[in-house]
T-cell receptor, first 116, second 114 residues
Framework: ETGVTQSPTHLIKTRGQQVTLRCSSQ?????VSWYQQALGQGPQFIFQ???????GRGNFPPRFSGLQFPNYSSELNVNALELDDSALYLC???????????????FGNGTRLTVT | AQSVTQLGSHVSVSEGALVLLRCNYS??????LFWYVQYPNQGLQLLLK??????LVKGINGFEAEFKKSETSFHLTKPSAHMSDAAEYFC????????????FGSGTQLTVLP
């Protein structure tokens, strides 16, 4: 069973730039969620994708956007980077929304983004 | 709306001692509750989950947690700490019947002393 994989593992960007982070879901999982974890904090929900559509969004501005592809992999895009965007970005996959209630999230190891 | 409060951002125990990590939740609907562990430079690993079945939930690595509705608590315990338990632990809540977003607490860093 292949777990959740994220790339790249580390990234350094300059304020104002754009970044794309990638995630491959665990085998058999069709729901992908993205979380932002600032240093010393718990993860915060950005958004979730199910069947290639956004299905819930946290308190993040529109410059945070995402995609889910037919193979259930996903991308997180952040435009106009700000210093406060520096964080660990975690991708998590799970089984379908309705099929398995309480289906736990399976997390990747994250992408460490540093904005200078 | 849901929220989670983890009391104690840092907890230290001696190897072999009881581990108790506290979590209190607030939820407008019956909650699902989770404990995750995070080792340095890694993602989160599920320890255990409560989904309205048995109130005492057993997880991996000898951890367990008890759901107490009257106290709105879901504390994590382990009878005997091991050095390998040193990590950050997160409690999380989601609305029951939903696989939507988790709301995490701010975490508790567990240190195990030799």
């Amino acid at each position: 069973e292949t777990g959740v994989t994220q790339s790249p593992t580390h990234l350094i960007k300059t304020r104002g730039q754009q970044v794309t982070l990638r995630c491959s879901s665990q085998s058999g999982h069709n729901t992908v969620s993205w979380y932002q974890q600032a240093l010393g904090q718990g993860p915060q929900f950005i958004f979730q994708y199910y069947r290639e559509e956004e299905n819930g969004r946290g308190n993040f501005p529109p410059r945070f956007s995402g995609l889910q592809f037919p193979n259930y992999s996903s991308e997180l895009n952040v435009n106009a980077l700000e210093l406060d965007d520096s964080a660990l970005y975690l991708c998590a996959s799970s089984l379908g929304l309705e099929r398995v209630k309480g289906s736990p999230l399976h997390f990747g190891n994250g992408t460490r983004l540093t904005v200078t | 709306a849901q929220s989670v409060t983890q009391l104690g951002s840092h907890v230290s125990v001696s190897e072999g001692a009881l581990v108790l990590l506290r979590c209190n939740y607030s939820s407008s609907v019956p909650p699902y509750l989770f404990w995750y562990v995070q080792y340095p430079n890694q993602g989160l690993q599920l320890l255990l989950k409560y989904t309205s079945a048995a109130t005492l939930v057993k997880g991996i690595n000898g951890f367990e947690a008890e759901f107490k509705k009257s106290e709105t608590s879901f504390h994590l315990t382990k009878p005997s700490a091991h050095m390998s338990d040193a990590a950050e632990y997160f409690c999380a809540v989601s609305p029951s019947g939903s696989a939507r977003q988790l709301t995490f607490g701010s975490g508790t860093q567990l240190t195990v002393l030799p």
